[in-house]
């Protein structure tokens, strides 16, 4: 198998995990799962908002889980680790739930998007996106943004810090589209210049110790001159008295 063959095979067996993950651990407000590999075997961390719904009575579920990824997914030797998610609102597959199960409770799409919109700007987030899209209001398909605060799309901080998610719903007029970007608090933008006022402990220290060295070099001229001044003094006072005693 050739390397891009390996990692096109890779993603598409990560994804699956995911759909998989969403599907069975939907009670549990499931929210991502990251997926790296060991020399031990591979370690899977799923992130939910209730971890005892994951772990189950004596670790039951994890255990099935575990057994499933293995048989069906060929996952080697899974050892599964379970995340609390501290702030449900920063996490982009809490909210694409959230509005799902809104839209299939019959709530209107627009209510749904801003009452998820504000959720997650309040809790902190730099920036929010939600598309909502499928028969919203008429027999032709369209969807619509709603989006807040500051959202980069492209370049480095998006592929690194902003959260994506998608969800699908099955409703009466047809399939509805839920597509989440996130920018969570703790971004950092190459653009965005940060002015530092007092100096780090650490520099002023070295400050202080360059100043008290020059202070130094300063002084040490000054006591060769006073030194050199008084040798002149005692040489005048040794002649005048070698003077005196000739007359």
């Not at 009452?115 to 027999?139: C, D, H, P, Y």
């Not at 370049?155 to 810090?161: F, Q, T, W």
């Not at 005692?234 to 005048?240: D, F, Q, R, T, Y």
Request: charged share 30%; aromatic share 6%; with cysteine.
């Amino acid at each position: 198998m050739s390397v891009v063959k390996h990692f096109i095979t890779e993603s598409i067996k990560k994804t699956e995990i995911d759909e998989y993950l969403q599907k069975k651990l939907d009670r549990a407000g499931y929210g991502g799962v990251t997926i790296s590999k060991t020399p031990l075997g591979t370690h899977i961390v799923i992130y939910a908002m209730r971890p005892g719904l994951v772990i189950g009575r004596g670790g039951e579920t994890i255990r099935e889980l575990a057994s499933f990824l293995e048989e069906k997914f060929k996952v080697s030797n899974p050892q599964i680790s379970v995340s609390e998610i501290e702030v449900p609102e920063l996490n982009a597959y809490v909210v694409a739930s959230r509005v799902a199960s809104a839209l299939q409770r019959g709530v209107h799409f627009r209510r749904a998007g801003f009452w998820s919109l504000n959720q997650v700007m309040e809790a902190g987030a730099l920036g929010a996106e939600i598309i909502i899209s499928g028969k919203l209001r008429t027999e032709r398909a369209r969807f619509e943004k709603f989006r807040a605060g500051y959202l980069v799309k492209c370049g480095e901080p998006s592929l690194k810090y902003m959260q994506r998610a998608e969800v699908h719903v099955q409703l009466k007029p047809g399939v509805f589209g839920v597509r989440v970007r996130i920018m969570p608090p703790d971004a950092v933008f190459p653009d965005k210049l940060r002015i530092i006022e007092n100096l780090p402990p650490e520099e002023e220290t070295t400050e202080k110790e360059g100043k008290q060295e020059a202070k130094i070099e300063e002084a040490k001229p000054e006591e060769a001159k006073t030194e050199e001044a008084g040798a002149e003094e005692a040489g005048a006072k040794e002649v005048g008295e070698e003077g005196e005693a000739v007359e």
